[in-house]
């Protein structure tokens, strides 16, 4: 569960920080993109799928009504408040994918959160697979 809160939280944190030329993708393709690989990781039913695309849309629309109420974060640390609500955000959405799915399909869903957290600078980075 840490570490999919720490991939939302850096995500978001990334997502915010990080204003280059190029722009922000929407939060419909940030769904569409995190949807698409976890059906490839975890072949969801339908109702499954349902189920874990509202519990993303959910968390994602709420983190944006934070990030508006709030101004960007600074590098890390993030701010202690910010954190905690995205933490609970993030406890949330969990739970709900949680329900929604068997218990290898979780296991599973855990994996792939890893694989779909963005590097972040100044973080270090995770042991390459061998």
Do not use: W
């Amino acid at each position: 569960m840490k570490k999919v809160s720490l991939f939302i939280t850096l995500f978001l944190a990334v997502a915010f920080c990080n204003s280059q030329d190029r722009p922000h993708p929407s939060m419909e393709d940030h769904l569409k993109r995190s949807q698409e690989m976890l059906q490839k990781e975890l072949q969801m039913n339908t109702d499954q799928q349902k189920k874990v695309e509202q519990a993303f849309k959910d968390f994602m629309v709420e983190a944006e009504k934070l990030h508006k109420e709030n101004p960007p974060p600074p590098p890390p640390p993030m701010d202690p408040k910010m954190k905690a609500a995205l933490d609970k955000l993030e406890q949330e959405r969990d739970a709900k994918v949680k329900m929604a799915l068997t218990a290898e399909q979780y296991k599973k869903y855990l994996e792939v959160a890893k694989k779909m957290r963005p590097p972040h600078p100044g973080m270090p980075k995770e042991n390459p697979p061998s």
